[in-house]
Each structure stands twice: as C-alpha cells, then as structure tokens.
C-alpha cells in the first residue's frame, strides 16, 4: 500500500511539474494566448481519478506555487484551485461516467470560471485593460480535454474507486 | 470515504479564507515577501528547465558558425567599436561642457551609474502583462525600481527581486508610464504602455503641441526612477482629435523588445552633486576640470576612481582609460564571467 502511495505522490508531483513547465513556455505571440492552463487540466485529472487522495488542499498549495512561479498576488491562484476542485469533488461521482463530449464540456464551465476569476482579481489589482484574449485558453483546453479524459476511463476500469 | 479528517465543505471553507487572507496581505505589505522568496527558489529548477532549449539552442548557433561568417561579423564589430569609441571622445568633451554650463546655470548634475548585464529568461509568465524574467536577482544587489536598458534603449524597471532571478515590466505593459520629454523641443509628457510590444501611447498632448512624426523621446528623469537622458522611442504617428481633448499620438520603442535576450541593469543611486563652487574651473577640456567637484560627489562604489585620478599625461589615451575607468555618463559596466561586457553607446543624433 505504501508503495502505491509513493508512486501515486510520484505521478501526481510529475505531472503537476511537468504542467507548470508547460504553463510557462515562450510561444510566439499568436500562439501564447492559446496556451491552456495545462496545471489545472492536470489538477482536475487527478481529482477525477483518486478523488479520496488528492482534495483541496494539495490543489491550494499547488496554486500557492503557481503564484510564485507567474508572479502573481500570493493566493489568487491559490483560491481559484481551491474553488475549482470544490466543484470537481462535488461532482466527480457523476463528471467520471460522463460520455466524453459531456464531460468536455465540464471542463469548460470550470476553466471559464477559473479564467474569468483569474481576470477579475487581476483587474481589482489593477484595472487598465479588459479584452477576451483571456478566454482562448478556455478554447484549448476544452479540445484537449478528449484526450485526458480516455486516459481517465481506462484509469478507472482498473482501480477500485473509493 | 473522507472518513479521516474535516469534511470538504470545511476544507473548502479554510482554503478560501486562507487564500483571501494571504490575498490582503500580500496586496497591502510586503511582509510576504520572504515566503515567496523561499518558495521561487524553490520553483526555480522548473524556470531553467523551461528556459533549457532555448540557450542550448543559441549555444550550438553559436559554436557552429561558419569560419567566414564569424571573421565578417568580427571585422563589423571592430568597425561599430570604431566609430563608438571615436563618438565617446566627442561625449566626453560635451558632458564637460554640460557640466560647466549647468554650473554656470548653478543647477545639478548626475553623475555615477552602474551597470549589470543580464539575461532573459526565456519563459512566458502571462500572455497579457509584459513582464520578464532576468536571470540576476537580489543575490546581485537588485532592488525593486531599477531603471533597465539595452544598447538601444530604454526597456523597463524591476518590479520584483527575488534571490535567483527578479521580473521586470516592459514599457510597453498596459500598467507602465514612463516620464519622457521630446529631445528636439524638451516637451514633456508622459509615454504609457499599449500591450503591443511595437507601441506606447502618448495619451496626455493637446491637439497643438509641439511633437511630430520622427521626434525622438528621451526619458526625462521626472518620475526619479529613469535617469534623464536615454532614448525610448520615436514618435511614428500623430493625429489631430477635433473632437477630443488630447491627440492621438503612439511611438515606437526604441529597443526591439520582443528580440532582447541581454540587457543593462542600471544603478542610479548617486546623489546629484551642486555645481555651484567650480565656476572657477578653467575651461580646459583634460581629466581634472572636474577635480574640485569630486570631493563633494558621493561615489557610490569603492572601485570607481575618482575622475582627478586623470592625470593629464593619461589625456592622449583617454578615450580608452575613460571607457574603462568612466568619466562618462556610465561609470563601470560590471561583467560577470558567462556574460561578455557591453559599452553603451551615445545613441544621440
């Protein structure tokens, strides 16, 4: 059991790093807008997956980092997980049987909310421009949700949930 | 199944105060500041991963070089440090006279600016702000509103140091405003950032002033954060608003803000000294028209020698001595041993 632990922290720390790596990379300017919020895809993977493992909290600190990382007020992102994963934890029993156009579209309600909280509490902090370049990542994220969640099904086919 | 522990709606309730309170904190005081320190070293392995490729990229453009394409490029940079070299023997003998005529006028003068070179970060913190990262930070001596240049311009200010690597805002981030005066007129304004890398926007001129298409915009030394006198931008569109108070005029950086990969830090921490004692000086253009002010400058740094050491017997190589000792506006380019030193040129007409 240990040892499933470690490995579960193992994968989760990974792909949590890899994500804020991703997060983070130069595009050219056309391009950048479009870079989805990989670290939230990532964060709602995992509570999808092994919801009575990973909750609130780890989703909070992983935001706390975010923060840090992006140079942002300390705790906005850090809220914005925690608000997100409430939902997903709220709904995952139903989110994970979802047909995956459904569950897609799940994704989008959250990573609208995400971004348009993320926009707001920027702007509280300093209110100089408004423009709805800050919703393309809702866009690419959504298409690359698919994926993810065929990974989830046959994640799930295999582990005992609860 | 959450049977250990609080419930998820406590959970919920604790991170959300939790995250509101670092929120106010962190908005009104800075007494976060350590934590984010401690935690962006932290995060810091994540930085140079993501920053990797791009250098290693640069490092191979650089060593596989054909052998006629370095010679070319090293016959025109010894034509460049020519002609720069030839330009500061004139800026030398100008800021003196500068120097003697603002004493005439028993105003101040700046002297002593240092200089660090950095590197960019090739990381994307947020498509809508223009804010970079540098790869010196407060274990440097970075602090927090320190003007940054590049051979061509003016490119920002530090907004935040943290111990491995510090942001610094673009004059182009829609929250940036810099303090400017026009350099044929000395008109003063204020140049705000658009959000485009190519634009700045001068939002506060009236349908009649003086400014037009080709003005170039030098930093005015008003908001205490740029020193005055270097170049931002050339003034690429005006146009008259008859039904509105102020014109529509944009500028164009002076600095290719989305090519930098090297900039100047700048310490403009010296005290601006009185001229009001050398009007006795005479007007002879060697090394020790300066010498009575000296001891009332501030020298902001032990290895900066004070400009009387010019004896004048060192005058017939004192284009060389003063690139490296600094008499001139920039004092001491500090070097570290990765990155090659740079010489500001007089970029002036």
């Not at chain 1, 902090?125 to 990974?151: R, Y």
């Amino acid at each position: 059991m240990s040892d499933q632990n470690s490995s579960d922290l193992f994968f989760y720390l990974f792909s949590v790093i890899v994500a804020m790596g991703l997060n983070v990379l130069p595009l050219s300017p056309a391009l950048q807008f479009w870079n989805p919020d990989w670290v939230l895809l990532v964060l709602i993977f995992w509570l999808l997956a092994l919801p009575y493992k990973w909750g609130i909290f780890s989703s909070w600190l992983v935001g706390l980092l975010m923060d840090v990382l992006t140079g942002r007020l300390l705790g906005q992102q850090a809220l914005i997980f925690a608000i997100v994963s409430y939902i997903c934890l709220k709904f995952y029993k139903r989110v994970r049987y979802f047909p995956i156009l459904q569950q897609a579209l799940f994704i989008f309600c959250c990573l609208v909310l995400s971004h348009t909280l993320a926009f707001g509490i920027n702007n509280i902090h300093n209110p100089a421009h408004f423009g709805w370049e800050f919703l393309l990542p809702v866009i690419s994220g959504t298409l690359i949700w698919p994926f993810a969640g065929m990974v989830l099904r046959s994640i799930n086919l295999n582990q005992p949930v609860g | 199944m959450f049977a250990k522990g609080p419930s998820i709606n406590t959970r919920f309730l604790v991170a959300v105060l939790l995250s509101i309170a670092l929120l106010v904190i962190d908005q009104s005081s800075a007494r976060l500041a350590n934590m984010r320190a401690m935690l962006s070293i932290l995060l810091y392995p994540i930085l140079y991963a993501v920053n990797l490729p791009s250098e290693f990229f640069n490092e191979i453009n650089g060593s596989v070089s054909a052998y006629v394409d370095l010679k070319a490029e090293v016959g025109k940079l010894k034509e460049q440090q020519f002609v720069s070299d030839t330009r500061l023997l004139k800026f030398e003998a100008l800021e003196k006279e500068n120097i003697r005529l603002r004493s005439l006028l028993e105003s101040s003068y700046n002297i002593g600016e240092e200089l660090m070179v950095a590197e960019i970060l090739s990381v994307n913190l947020s498509p809508i702000d223009h804010v970079v990262l540098v790869n010196k930070g407060s274990r440097f001596g970075l602090h927090i509103k320190q003007p940054v240049l590049d051979t061509q311009g003016v490119i920002g200010q530090v907004i935040r140091t943290l111990p491995l690597n510090s942001e610094i805002m673009l004059i182009t981030d829609p929250n940036h405003a810099i303090p400017v005066q026009v350099n044929r007129n000395g008109l003063r304004t204020i140049a705000v950032g658009s959000g485009h890398l190519n634009r700045l926007v001068l939002p506060f001129l009236p349908n009649n002033a003086d400014i037009k298409k080709g003005d170039l915009l030098i930093t005015s030394g008003l908001g205490g954060t740029f020193p005055q006198g270097y170049p931002v931008a050339v003034v690429d569109d005006f146009q008259v608003q008859p039904n509105k108070q102020f014109a529509y005029i944009s500028a164009t950086p002076k600095a290719a803000l989305d090519k930098i990969r090297e900039v100047l830090i700048v310490w403009n921490d010296a005290k601006s000294i009185s001229l009001s004692l050398p009007l006795s000086i005479p007007p002879t253009l060697d090394g020790e028209v300066l010498a009575p002010v000296t001891p009332v400058a501030p020298v902001n740094d032990q290895n900066l020698k004070p400009v009387e050491q010019n004896s004048p017997q060192a005058f017939d190589q004192l284009p060389k001595a003063a690139m490296q000792q600094g008499v001139g506006n920039i004092n001491k380019v500090l070097t570290t041993p990765t990155t090659g030193s740079e010489q500001m040129g007089d970029e002036g007409e």
